[in-house]
C-alpha cells in the first residue's frame, strides 16, 4: 500500500515563503504524474501545481510566479516552494501522486492527508 506523506505547513505573514514536501513510502510501484491541491474553507479542492515524470510543470494562473515544483524520483518525494505568500493561499495543501504496482494496468491516484499553510496579513 501506497502512502503520500506531506510536511512543511504552518503559519507564515503574508509576503513570507514556505515549502512544502511529500514522500510516497513503499517500494515496488512507478510514480508517474504528481502534484500539489488545496482546498480552502467553503471552496472546491483545486489544482496548484503538477509536475510528470519527466519534469514538465504546470501552475495555476494564482501561484504562477511565485511557485515552484520539483521532484525527486531517487527519493519519491514531490516539493513546492511558494513565495511572496497571500493571504488567499491559506488552505489545506494535498499531496497526489498517480502510482503504479508491478501488476497494476494502469495508475492509480493517490492522495495525502493534507497539511494546513495559513498566511496571515
Known amino acids: 500500500q501506497v502512502q503520500l506523506v506531506e510536511s512543511g505547513g504552518g503559519l507564515v505573514q503574508a509576503g513570507g515563503s514556505l515549502g512544502l514536501s511529500c514522500a510516497a513510502s513503499?517500494?515496488?510501484?512507478?510514480?508517474?504524474?504528481m502534484g500539489w491541491y488545496r482546498q480552502a474553507p467553503g471552496k472546491q479542492r483545486e489544482m496548484v501545481a503538477t509536475?510528470?515524470?519527466?519534469?514538465?510543470?504546470n501552475y495555476a494562473d494564482s501561484v504562477q510566479g511565485r511557485s515552484t515544483i520539483s521532484r525527486d524520483n531517487a527519493k519519491k518525494t514531490v516539493y513546492l516552494e511558494m513565495n511572496n505568500l497571500k493571504p488567499e493561499d491559506t488552505a489545506v495543501y494535498y499531496c497526489?501522486?498517480?502510482?503504479?504496482?508491478?501488476?497494476?494496468?494502469?495508475?492509480?491516484?493517490?492522495w495525502g492527508q493534507g497539511t494546513q499553510v495559513t498566511v496571515s496579513s
Open positions: 513503499g517500494s515496488g510501484f512507478s510514480i508517474y504524474d
Open positions: 509536475i510528470t515524470r519527466g519534469g514538465w510543470t
Open positions: 497526489n501522486a498517480y502510482v503504479q504496482g508491478p501488476y497494476a494496468t494502469r495508475p492509480v491516484e493517490y
